[in-house]
């Protein structure tokens, strides 16, 4: 589309706006600084998803809710089950949950397994992000056991029985879940958007390359202010 950051026209009825890995344990590497910036840009986003939720969601028939965006928060169960879904071969979830446990960001192996306080209710999630009327059939919770929030989930059943055809992608970290989850789902005929605000890397090098160069093959790369702009002109 000339003039407009996305390469088709977006429905925002029919959009879902997904938080990969924006939870406690991944959001605490990140420097006091850029969490405070990645919360305020987030919120944003979900604010306005949560209210054209509300406005659509008054007149919306049946249990599918078509017509209605749809939040979801993906998200890693680290320690259920002791963490039984690690494989030694996986190179980067082994160095990524072997930082995240040396760092005192997770329970170490062997120790007590997540009970019902678990990612499976939100807790996960950090305070400022969760919804403060708590989920809801417009604002939900999958689980993943892969960096990619998509390949081997129910995301897919979810978004198909909505009706949703196009994707906002934000997450913790662009070359962990954003890339895998981007890639997946844009193979899968997805449409991808992806703001660069609602993007973090440990390393600011690998993110904009990933950004600039791979991810924009694949998905919109955008601002926050151009999805936030969807909403707006409803």
Same mark, same amino acid.
């Given at each position: 589309?000339?003039?407009?950051?996305?390469?088709?026209?977006?429905?925002?009825?029919?959009?879902?706006?997904?938080?990969?890995?924006?939870?406690?344990?991944?959001?605490?590497?990140?420097?006091?600084?850029?969490?405070?910036?990645?919360?305020?840009?987030?919120?944003?986003?979900?604010? &306005?998803?949560?209210?054209?939720?509300?406005?659509?969601?008054?007149?919306? /028939? %049946?249990?599918?809710?078509?017509?209605?965006?749809?939040?979801?928060?993906?998200? +890693?169960?680290?320690?259920?089950?002791?963490?039984?879904?690690?494989?030694?071969?996986?190179?980067?979830?082994?160095?990524?949950?072997?930082?995240?446990?040396?760092? &005192?960001?997770?329970?170490?192996?062997?120790?007590?397994?997540?009970?019902?306080?678990?990612?499976?209710? %939100?807790? +996960?999630?950090?305070?400022?992000?969760?919804?403060? =009327?708590?989920?809801? +059939?417009?604002?939900?919770?999958?689980?993943?056991?892969?960096?990619?929030?998509?390949?081997?989930?129910?995301?897919?059943?979810?978004?198909?029985?909505?009706?949703? =055809?196009?994707?906002?992608?934000?997450?913790?970290?662009?070359?962990?879940?954003?890339?895998?989850?981007?890639?997946?789902?844009?193979?899968?005929?997805?449409?991808?958007?992806?703001?660069? =605000?609602?993007?973090?890397?440990?390393?600011? /090098?690998?993110?904009?390359?990933?950004?600039?160069?791979?991810?924009?093959?694949?998905?919109?790369?955008?601002?926050?202010?151009?999805?936030?702009?969807?909403?707006?002109?409803?």
């Amino acid at each position: 589309m000339s003039g407009s950051p996305f390469f088709q026209p977006v429905d925002i009825s029919k959009t879902a706006l997904i938080l990969s890995d924006v939870q406690d344990e991944i959001y605490g590497r990140m420097p006091v600084k850029d969490q405070e910036q990645y919360s305020t840009d987030v919120l944003k986003l979900l604010t &306005g998803f949560r209210k054209e939720i509300k406005e659509r969601a008054r007149g919306a /028939q %049946g249990p599918a809710y078509r017509g209605v965006p749809l939040i979801v928060h993906a998200l +890693a169960p680290f320690n259920w089950n002791s963490n039984a879904f690690l494989s030694p071969s996986n190179k980067l979830l082994s160095v990524f949950v072997g930082g995240l446990q040396k760092k &005192g960001l997770l329970p170490s192996a062997g120790s007590e397994p997540l009970t019902s306080a678990s990612p499976f209710t %939100g807790p +996960a999630i950090p305070t400022a992000l969760r919804p403060n =009327e708590g989920f809801s +059939a417009h604002e939900i919770v999958v689980n993943h056991l892969r960096p990619s929030a998509y390949s081997g989930t129910d995301l897919r059943v979810y978004l198909r029985s909505r009706g949703i =055809e196009h994707v906002v992608l934000c997450g913790l970290t662009t070359s962990g879940t954003i890339l895998s989850t981007a890639l997946g789902m844009g193979d899968d005929d997805w449409h991808v958007i992806i703001p660069r =605000e609602g993007c973090w890397d440990d390393d600011e /090098q690998v993110s904009k390359m990933l950004l600039d160069k791979v991810l924009t093959r694949w998905a919109d790369v955008c601002d926050s202010k151009d999805v936030l702009g969807l909403i707006a002109s409803e």
